[in-house]
């Protein structure tokens, strides 16, 4: 039997569970590790400027590309603590990555020792499962155990913590024997699947309402195919964005309190009977008024994890499934109906959404200076074809986004759904690109999400990442702004002030053209709307040329309020701009505008 170090079994045991990326930062504590992935070779390693950057490109990483698991490492201590914010936040987007923490001698343990704490209880709320490994001979089975947990069921984050002498320990370890654990994923019955359906059969506006399980699952094309056999309208939830493409005729937009579209929410309360599949009936979809959205319909939802159903209504049907698992059998039980006859027409339902869809939206252009955010999403939309992959967290920039950018395929809107932790944008648009280089990325941030990590900029500028970073600077907390007017204040949201170095920016405070070349990307300043378009242009050149992100600052007007619900309602969402009512208001529309 090969004898060797715990820590170079871990590191084959990652290679044999298809692991071929880490993202981290080494240290005294989890240096014997870093010493196995030199020795043992196989796994790339992209070195962080900070630790909750590693985990959040560890995110990126796999939400870019089906069956990833991003690694994310550090040393003990602050290291770990630094990590639980992407644990958090892939926990609550059902994302696996595994988290590997060195920690003090398992005699040290109870002695307050440098940089020793107890990582694995507070990581415990936040992941699967969080483990500090006491004994060496125990990782073997510790690593096999998290990537079937990781896998398995609802996906979500572990953590991994080793004691610097249980690394060093050989123990008997033979990877050529070295088996994955069986997946473990609940699947529909054909009963269940056909009682899901007979709604649909006694139904006249039936909605699908596709969530993020789908695109986990890998199951879009299954969805897509299941909404042309029914011929039944699919609203995406913002974690499912994509798993239809925004111009497919059957593509109703979104529904919510925040990041939705007119048409889509107006489509919404015309329904009468709605199949969840894949979704949690997050708060920012529902709204806090659950009368509004529930109203008189019938609901069916269909979510990989049991405790899911019912735990924000209680559906009228409820299914614990793999999304793919019960799209292949809707599939089959509709081809079935629909050969005997006794699948209902929904065509005209279906036009009436693709109606409101050309008549229910908002206006894009304006010729302002500063500039209103919504002119820089239309240019956006000239600019990045349907091969572009956007990657966002939080704020009005990313709401804003969500209202009017296009997604026309799964996996390229990465967005931070849940826990929406400002800075995660940068650190995941490297994980994402790292991921899958070929397709193009363009990064969307706020000015203060841009500044919370902005060092990790300089990991993509070493290790030769480039990306397009559209940044929209208003020198404000513009959504808490926004929130805030409804309590009569505006209270510690200001960022302006003049910067002495840099003048000719007047009160935008930070001069992030000079902190983004000094972290050795490339920068553009754009103050006219008319001018965005050859920026976004010139941007796309030089992150080729230099193979380097490339920030395009968009100054804008310093207050802009963005559409949504004052009263977290999704039926009562206040449209703060002028609507467009000609089509040269939104030129960019999904949909020509329809008067």
């Known amino acids: 039997m090969p004898r060797m170090t715990a820590a170079a079994a871990a590191v084959e045991i990652l290679k044999l569970e298809g692991v071929e990326q880490a993202f981290g930062v080494p240290g005294a504590a989890i240096n014997p590790f870093y010493r196995e992935l030199k020795n043992v070779g196989g796994i790339n390693h992209t070195l962080a400027r900070h630790v909750e950057g590693a985990s959040h490109m560890a995110e990126g990483y796999t939400r870019a590309k089906a069956g990833n698991i991003g690694v994310c490492i550090g040393t003990s201590g602050p290291a770990g603590t630094d990590m639980i914010t992407g644990l958090y936040s892939a926990i609550a987007d059902s994302i696996p990555i595994l988290c590997i923490t060195g920690q003090a001698p398992v005699s040290k343990l109870h002695k307050e020792d440098f940089q020793a704490v107890d990582i694995a209880s507070i990581a415990k709320p936040v992941t699967k499962a969080a483990t500090t490994v006491l004994e060496a001979a125990q990782v073997p089975g510790v690593f096999q155990q998290a990537f079937h947990l990781m896998r398995s069921g609802r996906p979500g984050p572990v953590l991994i913590d080793l004691p610097i002498d249980v690394q060093l320990t050989e123990i008997e370890f033979d990877p050529a024997t070295y088996q994955p654990l069986p997946v473990y994923k609940p699947q529909a019955s054909r009963a ?329 990307v490339k920068a553009i300043r754009v103050t006219d709307p008319n001018e965005l378009g050859a920026a976004f242009e010139q941007a796309k050149k030089l992150a080729q040329e230099f193979q380097v992100p490339v920030v395009v600052e968009a100054i804008l007007e310093r207050v802009t309020n963005i559409s949504m619900s004052k009263t977290v309602d999704m039926s009562d969402v206040t449209e703060f701009e002028e609507l467009a009512t000609e089509p040269g208001h939104a030129p960019t529309a999904i949909k020509a505008l329809q008067v």
């Open 192 to 520: 269940q699947a056909e009682k899901a359906l007979s709604f649909l059969l006694e139904s006249e506006r039936p909605l699908i309402v596709a969530g993020g399980g789908i695109i986990n699952a890998d199951a879009s094309d299954l969805l897509v195919e299941f909404a042309e056999l029914t011929n039944i309208p699919v609203i995406s939830t913002l974690m499912g964005w994509g798993v239809i493409p925004d111009d497919h005729e059957l593509a109703a937009g979104m529904v919510g309190v925040q990041t939705s579209h007119r048409y889509g929410n107006a489509t919404f309360l015309e329904s009468d009977v709605v199949l969840g599949i894949g979704n949690r009936w997050a708060n920012r979809h529902t709204g806090y008024n659950l009368d509004a959205y529930l109203g008189d319909r019938k609901f069916v939802h269909v979510d990989i994890e049991p405790t899911q159903i019912g735990k924000i209504f209680a559906p009228d049907f409820g299914i614990a499934s793999d999304a793919k698992a019960a799209l292949e059998l809707f599939i089959e039980v509709a081809k079935e109906l629909k050969a005997e006859g006794k699948l209902p027409d929904f065509s005209a339902w279906a036009a009436s959404a693709q109606e409101r869809k050309a008549t229910l939206q908002r206006r894009t252009h304006f010729d302002n200076i500063p500039m209103k955010p919504q002119r820089v999403y239309e240019e956006m939309n000239k600019a990045f074809g349907p091969e572009t992959r956007y990657v966002t967290t939080i704020g009005l920039s990313q709401i804003a986004g969500a209202q009017m950018l296009h997604v026309y395929k799964p996996r390229h809107w990465i967005n931070c759904g849940q826990a929406g932790p400002l800075g995660w944008t940068i650190p995941a648009a490297i994980g994402a690109a790292t991921a899958d280089p070929e397709t193009p990325i363009v990064a969307l941030s706020g000015d203060y999400d841009f500044q919370f990590m902005i060092e990790e900029l300089a990991v993509a500028a070493q290790h030769k990442v480039p990306y397009v970073h559209v940044l929209v600077n208003n020198a404000y907390l513009g959504l808490i702004r926004q929130a805030q007017g409804g309590l009569g204040i505006n209270f510690e949201v200001n960022l302006e002030f003049e910067n002495i170095n840099t003048p000719e920016i007047g009160v935008y405070g930070v001069d992030h053209v000079k902190v983004a070349e000094g972290l050795g």
